[in-house]
Protein backbone atom coordinates (compact mmCIF):
# COMPACT_ATOMS: atom_id res chain seq x y z
CA UNK A 1 0.00 0.00 0.00
CA UNK A 2 1.14 3.41 -0.61
CA UNK A 3 0.58 6.16 1.98
CA UNK A 4 -0.08 9.17 -0.45
CA UNK A 5 0.41 11.24 2.25
CA UNK A 6 4.36 10.07 2.33
CA UNK A 7 4.51 11.59 -0.65
CA UNK A 8 5.62 14.91 -1.53
CA UNK A 9 4.91 16.85 -4.17
CA UNK A 10 7.24 15.83 -6.84
CA UNK A 11 6.64 12.40 -5.43
CA UNK A 12 3.02 11.88 -5.76
CA UNK A 13 3.64 13.85 -9.71
CA UNK A 14 6.69 10.84 -10.13
CA UNK A 15 3.38 8.20 -9.30
CA UNK A 16 0.90 9.07 -11.38
CA UNK A 17 3.04 8.89 -14.52
CA UNK A 18 4.39 5.83 -13.54
CA UNK A 19 0.65 5.38 -13.75
CA UNK A 20 0.54 6.63 -17.44
CA UNK A 21 -1.91 9.49 -16.25
CA UNK A 22 -1.61 13.01 -17.58
CA UNK A 23 0.44 15.69 -15.24
CA UNK A 24 -2.67 17.58 -14.16
CA UNK A 25 -3.99 14.78 -11.74
CA UNK A 26 -1.33 15.21 -9.28
CA UNK A 27 -2.69 18.44 -8.92
CA UNK A 28 -6.43 17.19 -8.76
CA UNK A 29 -5.25 14.77 -6.43
CA UNK A 30 -3.27 16.82 -4.12
CA UNK A 31 -6.17 19.37 -3.81
CA UNK A 32 -8.78 16.66 -2.53
CA UNK A 33 -5.81 15.76 -0.33
CA UNK A 34 -4.92 18.80 0.66
CA UNK A 35 -7.55 21.28 0.12
CA UNK A 36 -10.81 19.64 -0.11
CA UNK A 37 -10.50 17.34 2.63
CA UNK A 38 -11.51 13.73 0.90
CA UNK A 39 -12.27 11.35 3.20
CA UNK A 40 -12.25 8.37 0.93
CA UNK A 41 -11.05 7.72 -3.24
CA UNK A 42 -15.18 7.62 -4.23
CA UNK A 43 -15.61 11.33 -2.97
CA UNK A 44 -12.92 12.04 -5.50
CA UNK A 45 -15.65 12.54 -8.29
CA UNK A 46 -13.59 14.61 -10.53
CA UNK A 47 -10.99 11.31 -10.86
CA UNK A 48 -11.59 8.76 -13.79
CA UNK A 49 -13.26 5.83 -12.54
CA UNK A 50 -10.93 3.49 -13.28
CA UNK A 51 -8.06 5.80 -11.45
CA UNK A 52 -10.04 5.90 -8.36
CA UNK A 53 -10.33 2.44 -8.62
CA UNK A 54 -6.56 1.51 -8.70
CA UNK A 55 -6.07 4.06 -6.23
CA UNK A 56 -8.53 2.08 -3.83
CA UNK A 57 -6.57 -1.05 -4.37
CA UNK A 58 -2.72 0.15 -4.30
CA UNK A 59 -3.16 3.44 -2.03
CA UNK A 60 -4.30 5.07 1.16
CA UNK A 61 -4.44 8.36 2.68
CA UNK A 62 -2.20 8.00 6.17
CA UNK A 63 -0.59 5.29 7.80
CA UNK A 64 -2.50 4.68 10.98
CA UNK A 65 -5.84 3.87 12.13
CA UNK A 66 -7.66 5.49 15.07
CA UNK A 67 -7.95 3.16 17.62
CA UNK A 68 -9.94 5.33 20.59
CA UNK A 69 -10.97 8.71 20.68
CA UNK A 70 -12.24 11.03 23.26
CA UNK A 71 -14.19 14.04 23.60
CA UNK A 72 -13.56 16.70 26.54
CA UNK A 73 -16.71 18.71 27.33
CA UNK A 74 -14.16 21.99 26.20
CA UNK A 75 -14.19 20.28 22.88
CA UNK A 76 -10.95 18.86 22.32
CA UNK A 77 -10.68 15.42 20.94
CA UNK A 78 -7.75 12.94 21.78
CA UNK A 79 -7.51 10.29 19.71
CA UNK A 80 -5.21 7.42 19.80
CA UNK A 81 -4.02 5.94 16.37
CA UNK A 82 -2.06 3.03 15.21
CA UNK A 83 0.46 2.80 12.97
CA UNK A 84 0.98 -0.57 10.96
CA UNK A 85 3.66 -1.94 13.25
CA UNK A 86 0.88 -2.10 16.07
CA UNK A 87 3.00 1.56 17.55
CA UNK A 88 0.14 3.68 18.87
CA UNK A 89 0.53 7.47 19.45
CA UNK A 90 -1.24 10.22 21.10
CA UNK A 91 -2.93 13.23 18.77
CA UNK A 92 -5.12 16.08 20.18
CA UNK A 93 -7.11 18.40 18.24
CA UNK A 94 -8.03 21.19 20.48
CA UNK A 95 -11.41 24.15 19.22
CA UNK A 96 -10.87 27.88 20.68
CA UNK A 97 -13.28 30.50 20.81
CA UNK A 98 -11.37 32.60 18.78
CA UNK A 99 -11.55 29.97 16.14
CA UNK A 100 -7.94 28.45 16.04
CA UNK A 101 -8.06 24.87 15.86
CA UNK A 102 -4.56 23.63 16.84
CA UNK A 103 -3.41 20.19 16.46
CA UNK A 104 -1.05 18.96 18.85
CA UNK A 105 0.68 15.57 17.05
CA UNK A 106 3.27 13.19 18.68
CA UNK A 107 7.26 12.08 17.04
CA UNK A 108 8.32 9.23 18.30
CA UNK A 109 6.24 6.18 20.35
CA UNK A 110 7.06 6.67 23.79
CA UNK A 111 10.23 8.55 24.35
CA UNK A 112 13.94 8.36 25.30
CA UNK A 113 14.26 11.19 27.63
CA UNK A 114 12.73 9.68 30.99
CA UNK A 115 11.26 12.90 32.48
CA UNK A 116 9.74 11.77 35.79
CA UNK A 117 6.28 13.62 36.13
CA UNK A 118 5.49 12.55 32.18
CA UNK A 119 3.33 9.66 31.17
CA UNK A 120 5.56 9.12 27.80
CA UNK A 121 8.59 8.81 29.77
CA UNK A 122 7.32 6.64 32.23
CA UNK A 123 6.76 4.14 29.09
CA UNK A 124 10.12 4.64 27.37
CA UNK A 125 11.30 4.49 24.32
CA UNK A 126 9.40 2.42 21.54
CA UNK A 127 10.56 4.06 18.22
CA UNK A 128 10.99 7.13 16.13
CA UNK A 129 7.91 7.95 14.21
CA UNK A 130 8.79 8.72 10.24
CA UNK A 131 7.94 11.95 8.22
CA UNK A 132 4.41 10.64 6.98
CA UNK A 133 3.39 9.25 10.43
CA UNK A 134 4.34 13.25 12.00
CA UNK A 135 2.55 14.89 9.73
CA UNK A 136 -0.10 12.19 8.77
CA UNK A 137 -1.83 13.21 12.03
CA UNK A 138 -2.23 17.18 11.33
CA UNK A 139 -3.04 16.20 7.68
CA UNK A 140 -6.05 14.13 9.03
CA UNK A 141 -7.52 16.85 11.33
CA UNK A 142 -7.05 19.53 8.46
CA UNK A 143 -9.20 16.97 6.06
CA UNK A 144 -11.97 16.65 8.77
CA UNK A 145 -11.71 19.98 9.34
CA UNK A 146 -12.24 20.95 6.17
CA UNK A 147 -14.85 18.92 5.43
CA UNK A 148 -16.89 20.59 8.21
CA UNK A 149 -15.70 23.74 6.79
CA UNK A 150 -13.36 24.80 9.32
CA UNK A 151 -9.58 24.93 8.48
CA UNK A 152 -6.92 23.83 10.94
CA UNK A 153 -4.87 26.95 11.99
CA UNK A 154 -1.76 25.87 14.75
CA UNK A 155 0.03 22.29 15.02
CA UNK A 156 2.12 22.27 18.30
CA UNK A 157 4.64 18.74 18.68
CA UNK A 158 3.96 18.66 22.24
CA UNK A 159 2.87 15.62 21.89
CA UNK A 160 4.66 12.08 22.47
CA UNK A 161 8.18 12.13 22.24
CA UNK A 162 10.93 14.25 21.65
CA UNK A 163 11.22 16.18 18.27
CA UNK A 164 14.67 16.85 18.43
CA UNK A 165 15.72 13.53 19.31
CA UNK A 166 14.16 12.76 15.75
CA UNK A 167 15.14 16.00 14.63
CA UNK A 168 15.09 15.43 10.48
CA UNK A 169 11.78 13.60 10.92
CA UNK A 170 10.41 17.09 13.08
CA UNK A 171 11.98 19.26 10.61
CA UNK A 172 10.72 18.03 7.49
CA UNK A 173 7.58 17.92 9.34
CA UNK A 174 7.31 21.30 9.72
CA UNK A 175 8.27 22.24 6.33
CA UNK A 176 5.08 20.44 4.60
CA UNK A 177 2.79 21.67 7.33
CA UNK A 178 3.50 25.00 5.64
CA UNK A 179 4.02 23.74 2.33
CA UNK A 180 1.20 21.19 1.97
CA UNK A 181 -1.35 22.33 4.54
CA UNK A 182 -0.76 26.22 4.38
CA UNK A 183 -0.06 26.56 8.08
CA UNK A 184 2.38 29.06 8.47
CA UNK A 185 5.42 28.81 10.05
CA UNK A 186 4.75 31.18 12.88
CA UNK A 187 1.29 29.67 13.61
CA UNK A 188 3.81 25.95 14.06
CA UNK A 189 5.22 25.43 17.70
CA UNK A 190 7.98 22.66 18.41
CA UNK A 191 9.04 21.70 21.75
CA UNK A 192 12.39 19.97 23.37
CA UNK A 193 13.06 19.07 26.44
CA UNK A 194 16.43 20.83 26.08
CA UNK A 195 18.91 18.93 23.77
CA UNK A 196 21.21 21.54 22.95
CA UNK A 197 22.57 20.27 19.47
CA UNK A 198 18.85 20.11 18.05
CA UNK A 199 18.75 23.96 19.51
CA UNK A 200 21.69 25.30 17.63
CA UNK A 201 20.88 23.34 14.27
CA UNK A 202 17.60 24.44 14.50
CA UNK A 203 18.86 28.04 14.63
CA UNK A 204 19.75 27.67 11.27
CA UNK A 205 17.17 26.63 9.46
CA UNK A 206 15.78 29.76 8.72
CA UNK A 207 12.57 28.36 9.92
CA UNK A 208 10.03 31.13 11.81
CA UNK A 209 8.19 28.37 13.89
CA UNK A 210 8.12 29.30 17.71
CA UNK A 211 10.59 26.99 19.29
CA UNK A 212 9.17 26.07 23.19
CA UNK A 213 11.86 24.73 25.66
CA UNK A 214 10.81 22.65 28.80
CA UNK A 215 12.62 23.96 31.67
CA UNK A 216 10.64 22.85 35.14
CA UNK A 217 13.62 24.03 37.30
CA UNK A 218 16.22 26.45 37.21
CA UNK A 219 18.84 25.10 39.26
CA UNK A 220 21.03 22.25 37.90
CA UNK A 221 20.12 20.23 41.05
CA UNK A 222 16.52 20.44 40.45
CA UNK A 223 16.41 20.17 36.97
CA UNK A 224 18.38 17.11 36.66
CA UNK A 225 16.65 15.23 39.06
CA UNK A 226 12.86 15.84 36.91
CA UNK A 227 14.73 15.75 33.69
CA UNK A 228 17.27 13.29 33.24
CA UNK A 229 18.86 15.21 29.84
CA UNK A 230 19.94 17.79 32.22
CA UNK A 231 22.66 15.53 33.03
CA UNK A 232 24.04 15.88 29.72
CA UNK A 233 23.25 19.11 28.85
CA UNK A 234 23.26 21.36 31.71
CA UNK A 235 21.46 24.55 31.79
CA UNK A 236 24.17 26.84 31.26
CA UNK A 237 24.85 24.83 28.29
CA UNK A 238 21.06 24.81 27.39
CA UNK A 239 20.88 28.87 28.58
CA UNK A 240 23.89 29.26 25.83
CA UNK A 241 22.31 27.54 22.84
CA UNK A 242 18.98 29.58 23.63
CA UNK A 243 20.75 32.54 23.44
CA UNK A 244 22.07 31.92 20.15
CA UNK A 245 19.10 31.10 18.76
CA UNK A 246 17.47 34.08 19.59
CA UNK A 247 19.78 36.15 18.14
CA UNK A 248 20.19 33.75 14.86
CA UNK A 249 16.34 33.60 14.61
CA UNK A 250 15.33 37.13 15.84
CA UNK A 251 12.46 35.13 17.50
CA UNK A 252 11.31 34.82 21.21
CA UNK A 253 11.32 31.39 23.10
CA UNK A 254 8.89 30.28 25.49
CA UNK A 255 9.61 28.04 28.38
CA UNK A 256 7.47 25.81 29.81
CA UNK A 257 6.93 25.52 33.31
CA UNK A 258 5.26 22.22 35.24
CA UNK A 259 4.08 24.13 38.36
CA UNK A 260 3.85 21.10 41.06
CA UNK A 261 2.73 22.28 44.56
CA UNK A 262 5.29 23.17 46.90
CA UNK A 263 8.21 22.22 44.95
CA UNK A 264 8.55 24.88 41.58
CA UNK A 265 5.28 27.10 42.19
CA UNK A 266 6.89 29.41 45.26
CA UNK A 267 7.97 33.00 44.33
CA UNK A 268 11.40 32.07 45.55
CA UNK A 269 11.41 29.86 42.26
CA UNK A 270 9.85 32.77 40.25
CA UNK A 271 13.19 34.61 41.25
CA UNK A 272 15.74 32.30 40.61
CA UNK A 273 13.62 31.61 36.95
CA UNK A 274 13.61 35.30 36.03
CA UNK A 275 17.34 35.79 37.14
CA UNK A 276 18.06 32.59 34.53
CA UNK A 277 16.36 34.01 31.59
CA UNK A 278 16.75 37.55 32.11
CA UNK A 279 17.93 39.40 28.83
CA UNK A 280 16.57 36.40 26.75
CA UNK A 281 13.53 37.15 24.51
CA UNK A 282 11.25 35.14 26.04
CA UNK A 283 7.03 33.99 27.12
CA UNK A 284 7.34 31.64 30.00
CA UNK A 285 4.39 29.02 30.32
CA UNK A 286 3.61 28.01 33.36
CA UNK A 287 1.22 24.70 33.43
CA UNK A 288 -0.26 23.58 36.09
CA UNK A 289 0.92 19.54 36.53
CA UNK A 290 -0.95 16.90 35.26
CA UNK A 291 -0.83 14.40 37.88
CA UNK A 292 0.21 11.07 36.49
CA UNK A 293 0.54 7.40 38.13
CA UNK A 294 4.78 7.51 38.13
CA UNK A 295 4.84 10.30 39.87
CA UNK A 296 3.94 11.91 43.62
CA UNK A 297 3.68 15.71 42.93
CA UNK A 298 0.49 17.32 43.34
CA UNK A 299 -0.73 20.35 40.51
CA UNK A 300 -0.17 23.62 42.35
CA UNK A 301 -2.94 25.82 43.23
CA UNK A 302 -4.49 28.45 41.27
CA UNK A 303 -3.35 31.56 43.84
CA UNK A 304 0.25 30.06 43.69
CA UNK A 305 -0.17 30.17 40.00
CA UNK A 306 -1.50 33.40 39.63
CA UNK A 307 1.55 34.39 42.46
CA UNK A 308 4.46 33.06 40.33
CA UNK A 309 3.40 34.51 37.35
CA UNK A 310 3.10 38.06 38.97
CA UNK A 311 6.04 37.58 40.56
CA UNK A 312 7.53 37.01 36.70
CA UNK A 313 5.82 39.95 35.74
CA UNK A 314 7.03 41.82 37.98
CA UNK A 315 10.96 41.01 37.03
CA UNK A 316 9.78 42.04 33.41
CA UNK A 317 9.37 38.24 32.05
CA UNK A 318 5.57 38.02 29.89
CA UNK A 319 4.09 35.28 31.82
CA UNK A 320 0.96 33.41 31.97
CA UNK A 321 -0.80 30.34 33.15
CA UNK A 322 -1.56 28.08 30.47
CA UNK A 323 -5.29 26.68 30.05
CA UNK A 324 -5.38 23.13 30.48
CA UNK A 325 -7.35 21.71 27.95
CA UNK A 326 -9.21 18.36 27.77
CA UNK A 327 -8.21 17.76 31.91
CA UNK A 328 -11.32 15.41 31.71
CA UNK A 329 -10.53 12.97 29.12
CA UNK A 330 -6.91 11.97 29.88
CA UNK A 331 -5.31 14.84 27.72
CA UNK A 332 -2.04 15.04 29.25
CA UNK A 333 0.99 14.29 27.28
CA UNK A 334 0.91 10.09 26.96
CA UNK A 335 -2.15 9.86 29.42
CA UNK A 336 -4.66 8.69 27.33
CA UNK A 337 -1.94 5.80 25.81
CA UNK A 338 -1.26 5.07 29.42
CA UNK A 339 -5.03 4.54 30.20
CA UNK A 340 -5.48 2.27 27.76
CA UNK A 341 -2.48 -0.05 28.30
CA UNK A 342 -3.98 -0.63 31.64
CA UNK A 343 -7.22 -1.64 30.35
CA UNK A 344 -5.54 -4.19 28.11
CA UNK A 345 -3.36 -5.54 30.57
CA UNK A 346 -6.75 -5.88 32.45
CA UNK A 347 -8.70 -7.28 29.84
CA UNK A 348 -5.85 -9.88 29.12
CA UNK A 349 -5.63 -11.35 32.00
N1 LIG B 1 9.30 16.18 24.45
C1 LIG B 1 8.96 17.55 24.30
C2 LIG B 1 7.55 17.79 23.84
C3 LIG B 1 6.44 16.93 24.38
S1 LIG B 1 5.95 17.19 26.04
C4 LIG B 1 9.24 18.30 25.57
O1 LIG B 1 9.42 17.67 26.61
O2 LIG B 1 9.31 19.52 25.51
C5 LIG B 1 5.09 18.75 26.01
C6 LIG B 1 5.17 19.53 27.33
O3 LIG B 1 4.39 18.91 28.35
C7 LIG B 1 6.59 19.63 27.89
O4 LIG B 1 6.87 20.94 28.33
C8 LIG B 1 6.55 18.68 29.05
O5 LIG B 1 7.54 18.96 30.00
C9 LIG B 1 5.14 18.88 29.55
N2 LIG B 1 4.64 17.81 30.39
C10 LIG B 1 4.84 16.48 30.29
N3 LIG B 1 4.19 15.83 31.26
C11 LIG B 1 3.55 16.75 32.00
C12 LIG B 1 2.72 16.69 33.16
N4 LIG B 1 2.41 15.53 33.73
N5 LIG B 1 2.24 17.84 33.64
C13 LIG B 1 2.54 19.03 33.06
N6 LIG B 1 3.32 19.15 31.96
C14 LIG B 1 3.83 18.02 31.45
FE1 LIG C 1 9.84 12.96 26.55
FE2 LIG C 1 8.92 15.47 26.63
FE3 LIG C 1 7.83 13.56 28.16
FE4 LIG C 1 10.30 14.46 28.69
S1 LIG C 1 8.39 15.63 28.79
S2 LIG C 1 9.68 12.31 28.66
S3 LIG C 1 11.07 14.80 26.64
S4 LIG C 1 7.80 13.64 25.95
Redesign the pocket.
Known sequence: MIDLLALDEPGLVALLARWNQPAFRARQLRAWLYERGAASFEDMTDLPGPLRTRLAAEARIGAFVVTAEQQSRDGTVKRLVKMDDGQQVETVLMPYADGRRTACISSQAG?A?G?V???TGQMGFARHLTEAEIFGQAARFASELKRRGERLSNVV???M???FHNYDAAVATIRRLSRDLGIGARHITV???GIVPGIRRFAREGLQTTL?I?L?AATDEERSAMLPVNRRWPLAELIDAIREYTEISGRRVSF?W?LVAGRTDSADQAERLANLVAGIPCHVNA?P????RG?DGAPTLSADAAGFVDTLTRRGIPATVRVRRGIDIDA??GQLHAEVQRKERRAHG
Not at 289 to 292: A, F, G, Q
Open positions: CMCFCALMGGEPSTVASHEAILNPTFGC
